[in-house]
């Protein structure tokens, strides 16, 4: 009886005391922790846009390499969830993704099992900070049942922080190596001008109307020699470098009509050559630095220029090649001026 009675006080103490540990517990719990990664907001979002991006910077995979994973859903959105069971530090539960907001936020629901185990909001929270973001990684919920009372005793924030902060790091170390990669191979940005260009006389060969775009090259390289024996013949001086003063370009049946030219001082009769006159007017225009792999690219930035701005190409397109195969061997010190003719849309 009296080992019962001992008993009997023990368990009433205990419960004493986890009533007062409850009692004076916080019925709800928020730890964070943040880090500056230099990289825009929309570039870190692409590594914790889903289940896959997030578990490449997990700090808990390095605890246990063998752990079980499973998925439920479909990645990257809501109802989306991960499963994982593996050694007694990474314990067993799930994670399933309960919110999406496009570069600001992405909210987890986490349940941890086991007689520690608990159910968690878990959010990675980004500010744009102009070239630089700041992540925030939370993890809050309320106090329940023994938790409440073991939350006395157990600092999650000593505890479940460093983590966080390793994690966190990870995630850094991602995607500004990525982004740094990115920038390292994106193009450069194609600057397009504006202003007033004079009437020009141009001098040349002209191709066939329907000329395809696989012979392109070969037209050059047959009519380019030509131009300049006609021009030298007649003891005229080219006013400019080489010319493509481009007519018609059509990307569906890949043809084009052109005249490889110079331009001249006016309208001349020159033997084997044809001349047309470029009037004046306002002309946008952008330089290209490299082979003739980037004209593509150039032709577009203007492209796009022209329809931001509501104008439209008015007659031709030209081509100037200030700097080409004729004088320069190396390809990376080509320079090529590419001129639209505009007019307001109508």
Known sequence: MKAIKTILIVVVALLGIGGVMYAIADDTYRMERSIVIHAPVEAVYAHA?????????????????????????TDGTIGAKAMWEGNSEVGKGSQEIVALEV???????????????????????????????????????????????MSVLFNMDKFVGPHFEKGL????????????????????????????????????????????????????????????????KAGVTPAGPLCGLYYDWDMENKTASLMVCVPVADKTKI??????????????????RGGYSGSFAAHTAVDEKLSSDGMVISGSVLEEYVVGQGTETDSTKWVTNIVYMVKPKS
């Open 169 to 232: 790091g990870y995630l850094k170390g991602q995607v500004e190596k990525a982004h740094g990669e990115a920038m390292a191979n994106a193009p450069a940005a194609i600057e397009v001008m504006s202003g007033e260009r004079p009437a020009t006389v141009y001098a040349g060969i002209k191709s066939d109307p329907k000329l395809p775009h696989a012979d392109l090259e070969k037209f050059y390289m047959e009519n380019t020699p030509k131009v300049y024996e006609a021009l030298g």
């Open 271 to 288: 033997n084997g050559l044809e001349t047309d006159e470029v009037s004046a007017g306002k002309a946008y225009w952008t330089t290209m």
């Open 49 to 73: 846009n889903s289940l896959a991006a997030m578990d490449k910077w997990s700090p808990w995979n390095e605890l246990d390499t063998t752990m079980k994973k499973s998925m439920e859903g």
């Open 103 to 149: 570069n600001k936020r992405v909210g987890l629901d986490l349940v941890i099992e086991g007689f520690m185990g608990g159910k968690s909001k878990v959010d990675l929270e980004l500010t744009s900070l102009g070239d630089s973001t700041k992540a925030l990684w939370v993890m809050h919920g309320d106090n329940e049942g023994l938790g409440r009372v």
